[in-house]
């Protein structure tokens, strides 16, 4: 009896729909590897036919559509298992293991030598933890942007054709372009403000009303509770506010209750509905919602584009159908789009500056760093030669030598990272960078992390390929053979000086252009600001209008002021006027002359304060022709105006101004009243000393209290014999005594504030030599490197050249000459980058030309000097070579 | 040998099934099949798929291998291409090392009363 199983196995009768279920079975099985279906595919599709028919046989067609049923999921889920277990087993496996022996060869490799590793990794880490300082100044400056929608956002302003200077535009503008445009998809606006705030101190803060929406499209959620809704600005809504983090932690102590707090702005009690994170834009202290409807301010606005729509489309649309309130005010107001990209205007060049030094410091870093590589390469020839000869294909050594690039980087990256952070940390810290919100805004976030990480990895495989590369060609006879140790032939010269040349370049350029923000800062610090700085105390008072309505009232004030303030023991003198230097306003009009014809000038612009009597000898401004403000000149007319020195010969070239009558025009103020010149003063640095620099200082005085203001806002500016903070206490109780509830501000002296106006230069020009010396410290540790390489390598040839009596200078000649190409090559082309990139920070220099020669020759004699004292050393030694141990070496 | 051998248990159930039906002789797959279903009172059911992925595993491991023998031809002639597995000695040993294994195992759980005695009822 033949065992069951075997043979009769109900084969021999065809099953109904046997083709069918056969040929699905084979489908199934394509899960399976190619060499498990070759070797037994047949065999199983026979099998399960035999099956096939036995069910049928057995029960039927139920039993042949439940055979069908179970064996196909089976068969696929099988093959699916078999085609990742056999990966997993069989060659997978292996690779896996090879990547893993690679891994720890290179970890050996590295720690085998330790001091050119640690070296290797100091510098990349030095270059990439600048470039990861840079990135997280940046992420300061150009938050809240990019976010989503970044690149869509415009900003909304008002063209005047005839002056041809911008405005913002109006809140109903605002509103009206929210009604028509179809191609913007939203527009938010704000406006600045000042709101007084009674408690602790009365002070006045700066604020930021702003739409409902504006936080939102800006990509800037609160950090706690929530932000503006449309709810907020409501006719009979709860006054509410946001807080910056800043203020948040500053004056109300980092309340953790402080939602819902009531704050005094302006004698209003708001609601606290939320705190603002560290990267809210501005630094304006309280965020206040705004509304359109109501408000007949100017406003900041912006606007998204639709995504379908362009900027053109935009523009298109806004000529074909402009909003009507702005000709309300101008006729030939017309309304502009234009694109924001992120940053504020000016702090473009600042961003460039800085990106490009970041960069190229990580240059010179990884040149350094591939100089000293590729030095090792060389003499790991051999080493890798070895490896090939026993087996190793070319693409598992290539592969191995990356893993080192990488890992060294990655280490380089985790010291770069403390390095940045540190670095910041401490500059965030020093006196000079509270001014500067660049760096109070910089950190170090994920995406910075991310950044680190990239560029670690991106210098680790540039690393990792040289040499690699380099071992993916080996000649390995000759390696293995080799005696002497002249390995490298012209190819490894020619890259050396290669190196030399780009270190050469890059410092010479980094040097540059510290010198050139050196001399600018230096010649900002030399010039004179018109007026005796030295010994001068300022600060602010404003009236509140509600209990000061009258402006005898205000007058009264200030008088009592004055007087009481010049009775001071220490005060010398003490004069008003609408703000004190550097804060000043600026005009801009239309300035005409009386008795001539057409308007001397359409587009004038000028600094613009009011002075009370004895202002200009309170802060020793010459008064040139004429003479100062006196008590009575407040309601004379004509009223009288003092104008600057430049001002005087740019209008009046040939004639003497005083006398004269001048009118100034301001847009939106169609009657200005007829104004007489009574005297002219030198030209005065109102506005901090880069407005003389920008050009000539044109300045305009009025009596106190005569311009709009009206004596609701001044300035007290005493000479005194003791500083702001010694009189601090006592010049605030002397406001107190007139006036409880007065909010004292901006009191210091006047030294330290127009030395504030240069903190970005001063910030620049030390930041900027710092990355200099950096970068020739790393130029002469290359340039050393390449050339102390160089000398290793000839040490045979320079051996048979003493031995054949060549002296010390004829060696160390040789050497320098050699080495000589290229750093000429390096300064040509470092004087050309020099050139062209401090072209570009041309916004940033004052007084001095991009193309400096002084600035230039000096940096240029400088690098020179330090390449050859560089190249000096190894030459020096190579000339005292000895010349038996030289022909002997191998 | 013998280190080999213990080194192969525990077998898996599937395993001990495919490799005990073998003991009575050489077998085709479709024969192991049916075997295997008998064996277990139709608990273990294979997948023709899926019984070969273990016979190619028990072939490279050296306890199954591919045997001369082909089938006397049969009427339809389909008999001929198809290929009969056997035990190799390992084999052979291995599954009458985890039958051995396994007794164990039951004659444990017999004193222990987990399941009937030889005597009992």
Not at chain 1, 52 to 71: D, N, P, Q, S, T
Not at chain 1, 352 to 376: D, E, F, H, K, P
Not at chain 1, 800 to 809: F, Y
Request: with cysteine; net charge positive; glycine share 10%.
């Amino acid at each position: 009896m033949r065992p069951a199983g075997e043979g009769g196995s109900g084969a021999g009768k065809r099953a109904p729909a046997e083709g069918l279920a056969v040929a699905l079975y084979r489908a199934a099985l394509v899960s399976y590897p190619c060499s498990f279906r070759r070797d037994h595919r047949a065999d199983v599709v026979d099998v399960f036919r035999d099956l096939y028919r036995a069910r049928y046989l057995e029960a039927g067609a139920r039993g042949a559509i439940h055979a069908v049923a179970f064996a196909l999921p089976r068969a696929f889920a099988g093959g699916c298992r078999e085609r990742w277990g056999s990966r997993r087993a069989g060659p997978a496996r292996a690779e896996a293991a090879a990547v893993a022996a690679d891994l720890r060869y290179a970890v050996r490799s590295l720690t085998s030598r330790p001091a050119l590793t640690c070296v290797v990794a100091g510098l990349l880490g030095v270059g990439i933890g600048i470039s990861s300082a840079f990135f997280g100044i940046l992420r300061g400056v150009l938050v809240p942007l990019p976010y989503p929608g970044a690149e869509r956002m415009v900003s909304v302003e008002v063209r005047l054709e005839r002056a041809g200077w911008t405005v913002e535009p109006k809140a109903t503008t605002v509103l009206e372009l929210r009604a028509r445009a179809r191609a913007l998809a939203r527009i938010e606006a704000r406006a600045g403000d000042r709101v007084l705030l009674a408690e602790p101190e009365p002070q006045r803060l700066s604020v930021v009303r702003a739409t409902p929406g504006l936080l939102d499209a800006m990509g800037v959620a609160p950090a706690a509770g929530r932000g503006f809704l449309d709810s907020d600005i409501a006719p009979q809504a709860t006054p509410v506010a946001l807080l910056s983090r800043q203020f948040w932690r500053r004056e109300l102590d980092a309340d953790p209750d402080v939602l819902g707090r009531t704050l005094m702005l302006d004698g209003i009690p708001h609601v606290v509905v939320g705190v603002l994170p560290e990267l809210a834009p501005g630094r304006a202290a309280v965020w206040l919602p705004l509304d359109l409807g109501t408000s007949e301010a100017r406003v900041n606005a912006y606007a998204w584009l639709h995504s379908g729509a362009t900027l053109e489309q935009a523009r298109e649309e806004l000529a074909a159908n402009p909003p009507q309130s702005e000709r309300d005010d101008h006729e030939d107001a017309i309304l502009t789009l234009r694109a924001t990209r992120g940053a504020i205007g000016s702090q473009r060049s600042t961003v460039l500056l800085l990106g490009g030094a970041a960069s190229a410091l990580l240059l010179l870093a990884c040149a350094n760093a591939a100089n000293l590589l590729l030095a090792r390469g060389v003499t790991r020839r051999r080493e890798i030669a070895v490896r090939a000869a026993l087996g190793a294909g070319r693409g598992r050594i290539a592969r191995q030598l990356l893993l080192e690039g990488v890992l060294t980087s990655l280490v380089a990256g985790a010291l770069g990272l403390l390095l940045a952070t540190w670095s910041l940390r401490a500059a965030a810290a020093a006196p000079t960078a509270v001014a500067l919100n660049l760096l109070s805004a910089a950190r170090i976030d994920s995406q910075v992390l991310m950044w680190t990480l990239a560029l670690s990895v991106a210098t680790g495989v540039l690393f990792g390929l040289l040499p690699a590369i380099r071992a993916a060609r080996p000649r390995l006879t000759a390696h293995l053979y080799r005696v002497g140790s002249a390995a490298g032939g012209p190819g490894a010269r020619t890259t050396g000086g290669v190196l030399i040349a780009a270190e050469v370049a890059l410092s010479l350029m980094l040097l540059a252009i510290a010198g050139l923000l050196t001399r600018s800062l230096l010649e900002l610090e030399g010039m004179d600001p018109g007026f005796e700085v030295e010994g001068l105390v300022s600060f602010n008072v404003t009236l509140p209008g509600d209990r000061y309505p009258e402006a005898s009232g205000r007058y009264a004030f200030w008088g009592e002021l004055q007087e009481a303030v010049g009775g001071m023991a220490p005060v010398k003198r003490v004069a008003l006027a609408l703000t004190a230097p550097p804060i000043g306003l600026v005009i801009a009009g239309v300035l005409e002359v009386a008795e001539r014809s057409e308007p001397a000038d359409e587009g004038f612009q000028a600094s613009i304060n009011e002075a009370g009597p004895g202002f200009f000898r309170t802060l020793g401004i010459p008064i040139l022709a004429g003479r100062g403000f006196l008590p009575e000149d407040t309601a004379a007319k004509p009223l009288p105006m003092v104008i600057s020195q430049s001002m005087a010969r740019r209008y009046w070239p040939d004639a003497d101004p005083v006398g004269a009558r001048v009118r100034i025009t301001l847009p939106g103020m169609p009657d200005s009243p007829w104004q007489q010149i009574v005297g002219v003063a030198g030209d005065v640095a109102l506005r901090g000393v880069r407005e003389l620099a920008m050009g000539p200082g044109m300045q305009v005085y009025l009596p106190f209290g005569s311009g709009r203001a009206a004596g609701r806002t001044g300035a007290l500016i005493l000479r005194s014999d003791v500083p702001a903070a010694a009189m601090a206490a006592e010049l605030k109780r002397q406001v107190w005594a007139r006036d409880p509830e007065l909010p004292v501000e901006a009191m210091e002296d006047v030294t330290t504030s127009m030395a504030g106006t240069l903190a970005m230069e001063r910030f620049l020009a030390v930041l900027m030599t710092l990355f200099a010396a950096l970068a020739l410290s790393l130029g002469i540790a290359g340039v050393f490197a390449v050339v102390s390489y160089a000398v290793g390598r000839r040490t045979h040839e320079i051996g048979v050249r003493i031995a054949l009596g060549a002296g010390e200078g004829a060696v160390r000649r040789l050497v320098i000459r050699q080495a000589l190409l290229p750093v000429g090559v390096g300064v040509a082309a470092g004087l050309a980058a020099a050139v062209a990139s401090s072209r570009l920070i041309g916004s940033l220099l004052y007084g001095i030309g991009p193309g400096d020669p002084v600035t230039l020759l000096s940096t240029t004699g400088l690098v020179l000097l330090a390449a050859l004292a560089a190249a000096w050393l190894p030459a020096r030694r190579a000339a005292r070579v000895d010349p038996v141990i030289a022909l002997r070496a191998e | 040998m013998r280190v080999r051998v213990e080194a192969l248990l525990p077998l898996s159930p599937r395993d001990f099934l495919i490799l005990f039906v073998l003991t009575e002789g050489e077998l085709h797959g479709y024969g192991m099949l049916r075997r295997v279903e008998e064996q277990s009172d139709g608990r273990v059911r294979l997948d023709p798929s899926n019984l070969y992925r273990a016979l190619r595993r028990l072939m490279r491991e050296g306890l199954v291998e591919e045997s001369e023998r082909r089938a006397v031809a049969d009427e339809d002639g389909e008999d001929e291409r198809r290929r009969y597995y056997g035990l190799t000695d390992l084999g052979r040993a291995a599954v009458t090392a985890e039958a051995a294994r396994l007794s164990r195992i039951t004659d444990a759980a017999r004193e222990r009363r987990l399941i009937p005695g030889k005597g009992d009822a």
